[in-house]
């Protein structure tokens, strides 16, 4: 919302063409949780078919995710993708 996407989700299984997204993903300036939502975003600005699939998903295992660790880190980092995009123009 914050980087005007106007798809509904940026996490999930991705399938691309390496070679035409070299480029996207030398520009991605965070890492780690928030990574494969800037891949996302910035091909979608950068004019790329972003094409979502809707999937019906049944988890079966418990998350190893501690979200008392993790939230911190991903706000400060999508903080810094809307400051690079937006203020910076990147």
Not at 39 to 51: E, F, P, T
Request: some cysteine; aromatic content about 8%.
């Amino acid at each position: 919302m914050l980087l005007g996407f106007q798809g509904t989700d940026t996490h999930g299984l991705k399938a691309f063409r390496r070679q035409r997204l070299l480029e996207v993903v030398r520009s991605c300036v965070v890492d780690r949780d928030v990574f494969a939502s800037e891949l996302v975003i910035r091909a979608w600005r950068g004019g790329y078919r972003v094409l979502e699939i809707p999937i019906q998903l049944e988890e079966k295992r418990q998350p190893s995710i501690n979200l008392f660790k993790r939230v911190p880190n991903v706000l400060r980092n999508v903080a810094r993708l809307v400051w690079v995009i937006r203020v910076r123009g990147r």
